[in-house]
């Protein structure tokens, strides 16, 4: 789980993106054809590798 949260921030300090950006608009889950629940996942990240 560690090697995870160093990928995740190594990951966010270089896109300058954060999972806990997300405003829950759903505009990305329209527009997904795997119809992934992208805003469930973003939570399980915030949860997991921001905490």
Do not use: D, W
Not at 8 to 20: T, W
Request: proline share 2%.
């Amino acid at each position: 789980m560690e090697t995870s949260k160093i990928k995740y921030n190594a990951f966010v300090i270089s896109e300058n993106a954060q999972a806990s950006n997300c405003v829950k608009c759903g505009s990305c889950e329209k527009k997904c054809p795997q119809h992934i629940r992208i805003r469930e996942k973003l939570e399980e990240v915030v949860n997991t590798l921001e905490k």
